[in-house]
């Protein structure tokens, strides 16, 4: 389903030769662009040059960005994205210097777009505190300037949608503004005409966002009701919903449009039972409410449950609307009138202690827990048991709400930790690094070796953390790491370490001190963000986390010098029958090394050192290791040809997963049974059983 005939992201465009900047993307060290084409609109990434204004036209050939499909086991894709917020693709120019500009003729929309980055530049630059990004956030829905750590803290307390531009916030504007006529004795015909002119020039300046649409639709349309002296709420919520869906259809999908739906649904539909009670009993209700009806939603779109967000909010709603709400507003007139000292310092004050309040308090306790995907019948109960608690509360039957909160927390927790399966062993597309997970279902325990590093799109570097590893963790319900790996200091397998002992529980981290690079930065790691144990890898032999055995075999490598490659960490890895051999980066002459030694290397999984590349898998470790499978963790389109066709032409006989082809790939073990699960060709999904060593099928 299309809307209007715009062409989306899954239309493929190669190039284009002509666009128009119709808008401003913000981020707090640079600015990009918006740009349409064709009917399209696309993101337009600049790396150098001056701001170029809201309405140039540009002629040339720009090169269209391929969207990269999701290449693992992941419910989020670039694809989505783009198309939720209505996007077809991406281009990257060095500089529009070179181009054919010219000034061009604004629409109403880039008008808007236009005025908004007029009063955004006149905000920012109107204090030097950090508190007009808190500002900008919240007058606004400007995120891109508040750093993420913060906006970790918020969704750590629930409280995430107290920062963004809501319904909360149109709710509160339209009270302030109601007292404020009220005050000045005016009709309340002309009042509510009032309360339409603003609500639609808020919407004007919040024209792009969603929800701030879906909250002031919702307003003006119960106020235009009101002069009839009728109040349809569920006729005009369930309007608002198809404008929505007819003006993009994706939304559907988008979290914020179920989450606030659902939510609004569930309150309207529980009025019949809350009216009467006290103000301090309503408000517990219906906070409540909201926060079991959007408990399916958050389980699907994220993949967590909290434990405080309604005390939280239970908190944070009175602060926001009797303190912060209040300032947002005053600032608006505060800025026609120059600076003043010590109201600019009461601002500055009153938001970073609300940002220490925030982080302290987000680190006080674990709020959150990961919850893995769950099977469908799952996900039906909750809805039950969703519907059950919630008229519960609305008939304040305290006994069944206990009973059905007893069984809904059950039923999660069961799932949670329930698997089908002993092992899971997943190698995870991180492009042109090494990450590996591997689980251990019937202890609870996880151990990873390595953890990806940097993707780099025509030199821009953004980190896969939040993209690959962590989302991935997520999904299969991880908050605890019991031992992680880094089988040597290469930024393509160590370069999101920080990232994930930031956001999970890391309680053992083994590395080797040996290598030449390890002073680089992951020292620094170790000493500030690392709090749990910290292994070297020279002495230990053999390690067991849950029925997960570990043998480091350590090579001592006599030839090993400066290059981290010659001191990687290499692991026998043995799952119930079937056992790997992990072997991070290390050289031919150090697998040789190993062979002389007379190892016990033989295995059923071997994953080729350095992503295939010609420097390793030599014949004599191939020999020793005899695997019926070879892993390879190599990037799409890699620069260096990873994996060598040399290295594949040893392997004969031997069946190659490749990331590089297949995206991620899974190994699942259950008793002699293992069965391999690709992302990306459904043709080598297979299973076999060791004793019987033939394939099955599914």
Not at 41 to 64: N, P, S
Not at 300 to 325: K, R
Not at 574 to 581: I, P, V
Not at 615 to 640: H, W
Request: aromatic share 12%; with cysteine; proline share 2%.
């Amino acid at each position: 389903m299309l809307y209007a005939g715009k062409p989306t992201v899954s239309e493929a465009v190669e190039h284009i030769d002509e666009f128009t900047i119709t808008d401003y993307k913000y981020y707090r060290d640079e600015i990009h662009y918006l740009a349409e084409a064709d009917g399209m609109t696309f993101e337009l990434f600049v790396d150098e040059g001056g701001r170029a204004d809201i309405g140039t036209v540009c002629t040339g050939k720009f090169a269209v960005a391929d969207i990269k499909g999701q290449r693992n086991f992941l419910k989020r894709s670039d694809y989505m994205q783009l198309a939720l917020n209505q996007i077809s693709g991406r281009i990257y120019e060095d500089t529009l210097d070179r181009t054919d500009c010219t000034s061009g003729k604004k629409t109403v929309k880039m008008n808007l777009a236009h005025f908004r980055s007029l009063y955004m530049d006149k905000l920012l630059n109107y204090t030097s505190f950090d508190y007009r990004f808190d500002l900008l956030t919240l007058s606004i829905g400007n995120k891109s300037y508040i750093e993420s750590e913060f906006f970790d803290s918020l969704q750590k307390l629930g409280i995430y949608h107290l920062y963004v531009i809501s319904g909360t916030h149109v709710a509160f504007i339209s009270a302030f503004l109601y007292f404020a006529f009220r005050k000045m004795r005016l009709t309340l015909r002309t009042i509510k005409i009032l309360l339409i002119i603003s609500l639609l020039a808020f919407l004007l300046i919040n024209i792009f966002s969603s929800s701030v649409f879906r909250a002031v639709f919702m307003a003006v349309m119960l106020i235009v009701t009101s002069f009839f002296n009728k109040k349809p709420y569920l006729m005009i919520i369930s309007l608002s919903a198809i404008v929505q869906i007819l003006l993009n259809p994706y939304i559907v999908f988008h979290a914020g449009y179920q989450l606030s739906y659902i939510t609004t649904y569930f309150i309207l539909l529980a009025r019949p039972f809350i009216q009467g009670q006290k103000a301090f009993v309503q408000l517990l209700q219906i906070t409540l409410i909201s926060e079991v009806s959007t408990l399916l939603i958050i389980l699907v779109q994220f993949n967590e449950v909290s434990i405080s967000g309604i005390i939280m909010n239970m908190f944070f709603v009175p602060l926001f609307s009797i303190v912060i709400f209040p300032m947002v507003i005053l600032f608006q007139a505060m800025m026609i009138l120059p600076n003043i000292g010590f109201i600019d310092y009461f601002y500055h004050f009153t938001f970073t202690f609300l940002q220490e309040m925030i982080a302290y308090l987000a680190n006080l306790i674990k709020h959150r827990y990961a919850v893995k995907n769950l099977p469908e019948f799952i996900y039906m109960c909750i809805a039950a048991f969703t519907f059950l608690i919630a008229r519960s509360i609305c008939k304040l039957d305290y006994m069944r709400l206990s009973v059905y909160g007893l069984l809904l927390v059950v039923t999660v927790y069961s799932a949670n930790i329930t698997d089908r399966e002993d092992f899971t062993f997943t190698m995870i597309d991180v492009g042109q690094g090494d990450a590996f997970l591997i689980e251990d279902h019937k202890s609870d325990q996880t151990v990873m070796i390595d953890t990806g590093g940097v993707f780099t799109f025509d030199d821009r570097e953004s980190m896969l953390a939040e993209k690959t590893v962590l989302p991935y963790l997520k999904e299969r319900g991880i908050d605890n790491i019991e031992l992680l790996v880094l089988s040597h200091m290469d930024i393509d397998h160590v370069g999101e370490a920080g990232d994930v002992i930031n956001k999970k529980n890391v309680r053992n981290l083994m590395v080797n001190m040996e290598d030449p690079k390890l002073d680089e930065w992951a020292d620094d790691i170790i000493k500030n963000d690392f709090k749990g144990n910290v292994l070297p890898s020279e002495d230990i032999s053999t390690i067991n986390v849950g029925n997960i055995l570990i043998e480091n075999l350590d090579a001592a490598y006599p030839g090993a010098e400066k290059d981290s490659n010659e001191h990687s960490i290499v692991l026998k890895v043995t799952l119930g029958q079937y056992s790997f051999l992990m072997t991070g980066d290390m050289t031919e002459a150090m697998e040789e090394h190993m062979v002389m030694q007379k190892n016990d290397l033989q295995v059923d999984i071997l994953k080729l050192a350095h992503h295939g590349s010609d420097t390793s898998t030599g014949k004599a470790i191939v020999e020793a290791a005899s695997p019926s499978y070879a892993l390879v963790s190599a990037g799409k389109d890699n620069q260096y040809g990873h994996p060598h066709q040399d290295v594949l032409d040893r392997l004969t006989g031997i069946e190659i997963l490749s990331t590089k082809d297949t995206g991620m790939v899974q190994l699942n073990i259950k008793s002699d049974r293992l069965c391999v699960r690709a992302k990306l060709d459904e043709a080598l999904n297979h299973c076999i059983k060791k004793e019987l060593n033939h394939q099955l099928s599914e």
